[in-house]
């Protein structure tokens, strides 16, 4: 298993600033409560947020971000092995997200649905390595 740095909404009153430290996840379960909270957070907002991931302490790993919406999201690595969630929205659309108050174009055709994202993301938590669904 990994422990996660994540990049989200670290405080309730948070600035952004740099040096905002990062959320740590070391189980599935934190990993599942962070989701949750997402999904909490930006219940009936019109664009979903995303996060940011990577390996504590081990930057070659490079990093990940998850779409967080109701009821889809994606997985995007910009890891050594590039990856990406596969769904059946259109490849010529794009959807918008949320990180940390700045607009993100994401490919229509990466979002899935939550109850295959989540399984996803606990692969990578439990073993550091792309999900083998995505390879």
């Not at 009153?13 to 905002?20: M, P, V």
């Not at 919406?69 to 997985?75: A, D, I, N």
Request: net charge negative; proline share 8%; charged share 25%.
């Amino acid at each position: 298993m990994v422990t996660l740095e994540v990049w989200y909404n670290q405080e309730p009153d948070n600035d952004y600033a740099e040096g905002d430290p990062a959320i740590i996840i070391n189980t599935p379960e934190e990993l599942d409560a962070l989701i949750t909270q997402v999904q909490s957070d930006t219940k009936g907002l019109l664009v979903p947020s995303m996060i940011n991931c990577a390996i504590a302490g081990d930057p070659k790993q490079g990093v990940f971000d998850m779409g967080i919406g109701q009821e889809k999201g994606f997985l995007m690595f910009m890891t050594p092995r590039a990856a990406q969630t596969q769904g059946d929205g259109p490849v010529d659309e794009y959807v918008v997200y949320d990180y940390m108050g700045h607009v993100r174009e994401i490919p229509a055709s990466c979002e899935i649905p939550m109850e295959k994202l989540r399984p996803l993301a606990r692969k990578y938590l439990l073993g550091g390595n792309l999900p083998e669904e995505l390879v």
